[in-house]
C-alpha cells in the first residue's frame, strides 16, 4: 500500500453510538480528496461496544485501523498514541462525538496546499451548550492565552490539521503530561485557523466532565506557564507585608489605644488564617510542578496497546 496521503486520528471512549455515523460522513469526505487516505481510531479502554464496531469496519476497509489501549489513559494520551503510529503526509486530529465536523477536512487540506503546515478549527459558537459552560470556556482560553509563554489560540481544540514534520516534532517530545493544542502552538510553523460553528454532540452522553475539563485546564496552565510559581512569590511577599505592617499596628495599639477590641485573640486567630491559606495555596501551587516532575523522571510508557490491526500490507477491497 502507499503512502497516504493523509492520517485521520479520531480517540474514541465509549461512542458506540457515534462511530457508524462518523464512519459514513468520512467515508464521504476521504472520497474526494487527490490521493489515499488512512483511518486510525484509538479506543481509550472504552466499556461499550465501541472496539466490536472497529473490528467490524476493519474487516471490510482497507483503509482503516485501529489501536485499543489497555486501559482508559485520557484524551491528550489516545491522541499521542495515534500520532505515534501514522504514516500520512499530513495527519488530522479530531474527536468521534461529530461536534468536529468531517467536511472541514477538505477546507483544511486546501489550506495546508496553500503553504501552512498547521491548521486548526477554531470555533465561533457552541451551540447547545449551557451558559456555565460557554463562559467556562471562554474564560480559561483568555486566562491561558494571558499566561503562556506561547500564543495559544483562543476558542481551539484539538481538532486540526497538521503537517508530517510537525507531527514527528511532537512525536520526539518526551514529555507526558500532554497539552496537544499547546504543543501545536509551541513549534511553530506556518498556522492559520478555519473558524467554525460548533455543533452539539450527535447522540451519546458528554465524556469531559467538569472535573475533567478543569484537570485540562490546569495541566495546559501548568504546562505552559511559570506565572503560578511567580503567584507563590508575590503572595508570599504580600503575607510578609501583611504581617509587618500588623506588627506596627499592635504596636501602636499597645502604646497610644489600650482599648482597641482587634488587640487579642482576634487578631491572632485572624493573622493565623491568613498566613495559614497563603502557605496551603503555595504549597499546592509548587505540588502541581513537583508532581509532573515525578511523573517525567519515573520513565514509565505514556500508554500501553492491547490489540492493533493495521492496514500497512492490505490491498483495497470493494466497501
Known sequence: MTQPIVSIVIPIYNEEENIPELYRRLQTAIEQLDGEAELIFIDDGSRDNSLNLMRKIYERDYRFNYISLARNFGHQIAVTAGLNFVR???VVVMDADLQDPPELILPMIAKWRQGYQVVYAQRLSRK???????FTAYTFYRILRRLADVNIPPDTGDF??????????LNAMPERNRYIRGLRAWVGFRQTAIPFEREPRFSGKVKYSFAKSWALAINGII??????????????????GVALFMIFLVLYWRLFNLASPLIGYT???????FLGSVQLF????????IGRIYEEVKGRPIYTVKEMRKSNNRTKVNL
Open 88 to 90: 500520512g503526509k499530513v
Open 128 to 134: 447547545k451548550e449551557s451558559f456555565f459552560k460557554r
Open 160 to 169: 486540526c490539521l497538521m503537517d508530517r514534520e510537525v507531527v514527528d516534532i
Open 223 to 240: 504546562s505552559f506557564s511559570r506565572v503560578p510559581l511567580k503567584l507563590a512569590t508575590y503572595l508570599g511577599m504580600l503575607s510578609a
Open 267 to 273: 487578631l491572632i486567630t485572624i493573622a493565623l488564617f
Open 282 to 289: 503555595c504549597i499546592g501551587i509548587l505540588g502541581e510542578y
